[in-house]
């Protein structure tokens, strides 16, 4: 089967890059590495979507309807979508337990409305090997005190577009196959209310925050989209696992479609969740 593929300009970790900082505020974003534009191929994934899984690619696309009605009814998202995406992990996983982390709203143009942040247009991973380890036992701690442990925890993004087809600013991810062991380097990110004046100031030890990955570019990256993706289906994948005998996360990215014949900005949902197994 012969795959199409668009030319997408991926921002990679430039190479001299060392302190990684992002700094997210309410509608703004900042980091302090600097990125190269490499043009890579994104293939669409549409033809064989079928043979994409969790553990084997790191991502999958699932048909998912949900019963909210507005996405960007703060109330409405934490009443409903809430409960059904946790119920969603659990079943899809298998696993035990799962927990929420909360959710992130992204438009592609005027991203303030609506306490939208922008589109995340470097490619990057939201939680490295020391930062999803510790996320995952101090929520294990606080929501489930009387349980017995954990020997596996899954850290997932649910990520769904609720704007009409086609999205100018989709979401690309990368077969975890083609991602090699040693890749990475760590980036803090704090969540402020206000971007600071000085980006390498020292920060308190329990500013709210997570640690994630950014990368170097590798030509030998592979990279999937889903076009005319609706809001009756998602994209589910990995941000960290703890068991890297499978795959454990995935280098993702937004990029601008040139192809695509977009009448409104892309707006998108991403609900980031816990599963253990105990």
Not at 20 to 38: C, D, H, I, K, Q
Not at 159 to 185: H, I, K, M, N, T
Not at 205 to 222: C, I, K, L, M, V
Request: proline residues 8%.
């Amino acid at each position: 089967m012969r795959i199409q593929a668009v030319t997408g300009q991926l921002s990679y970790l430039a190479p001299e890059s060392t302190v990684l900082r992002r700094f997210t505020a309410p509608g703004e974003s900042v980091n302090t590495g600097t990125y190269r534009t490499y043009e890579m191929p994104i293939r669409d994934g549409r033809p064989v979507r079928d043979q994409f899984t969790l553990d084997r690619n790191g991502f999958a696309i699932v048909g998912h309807t949900s019963a909210v009605t507005d996405f960007t009814n703060r109330e409405e998202v934490n009443e409903v979508y809430a409960a059904e995406v946790a119920e969603f992990v659990k079943f899809y996983t298998g696993a035990d337990r799962a927990s929420t982390l909360g959710w992130v709203l992204r438009r592609s143009a005027a991203p303030s409305e609506n306490a939208s942040q922008p589109q995340a247009a470097s490619v990057h991973d939201d939680y490295s090997v020391p930062g999803a380890r510790g996320r995952a036992e101090a929520d294990y701690a606080s929501r489930f005190p009387d349980g017995p442990g954990f020997r596996r925890a899954l850290i997932t993004s649910l990520w769904r577009v609720f704007s009409p087809p086609p999205q100018d600013w989709p979401l690309a991810l990368c077969d975890y196959q083609s991602v090699e062991p040693g890749e990475g380097l760590d980036n803090r990110l704090y969540f402020v209310d206000e971007i600071p004046d000085d980006l390498y100031a020292d920060m308190p030890p329990d500013a709210p925050g997570t640690s994630g990955f950014e990368f170097h570019h590798n030509p030998r990256h592979q990279w999937w989209y889903f076009p005319d993706m609706t809001r009756d289906e998602i994209l589910f994948f990995k941000l960290n696992d703890t068991d890297h005998a499978r795959a454990w996360r995935v280098p993702h990215t937004a990029f601008r479609d040139e192809t695509a014949r977009a009448t409104q900005p892309r707006h998108s949902i991403e609900f980031r969740t816990i599963a253990y197994f105990e």
